[in-house]
């Protein structure tokens, strides 16, 4: 479990620096989608480590349970996050938030049709 921890370490890392990186080039005094590079870099990792990068079977385990749970966790805390801006913002910005989880509900059947018919591939 404690090289999961490692690798969740090093993705929050290189991510906040990339999003620093990102704020420092926009002009912004803040970390601009840090977190999300370092979901997208421990995804990366995750998928390559069942091909081009080979862990061995200790250290396998601990990066897919801890990769399965700082998703979700950062999900949820963007989500606050998120609606608290939203209901300070206005009414636009909850508009904005209603219809974009209005067209996610509404492709849920097309994407079930879609995947139940195997033109995923």
């Known amino acids: 479990m404690i ?5 969740i370490s090093g993705c929050m890392l290189a991510g906040t620096v990339f999003g620093k990186l990102i704020g420092q080039l926009l002009g912004i005094d803040a970390n601009v989608g840090g977190v999300g590079f370092a979901m997208l870099l421990l995804l990366f990792i995750t998928s390559r480590s069942s091909g ?4 061995n079977s200790a250290i396998k385990p601990g990066i897919g349970f801890w990769s399965a749970m700082y ?4 999900v949820a805390m ?3 996050q998120n609606v608290t801006a939203a209901l300070q913002s206005g009414w636009i910005a909850l508009l904005a938030g209603f219809l974009a989880v209005a067209a996610s509900f509404a492709l849920i059947p097309w994407l079930s049709r879609l995947v139940a018919s195997g033109q995923t591939k």
């Open 3 to 7: 090289y999961g921890v490692a690798v």
């Open 52 to 55: 081009k990068l080979s862990f």
């Open 71 to 74: 998703i979700p966790i950062v």
């Open 78 to 80: 963007a989500s606050i």
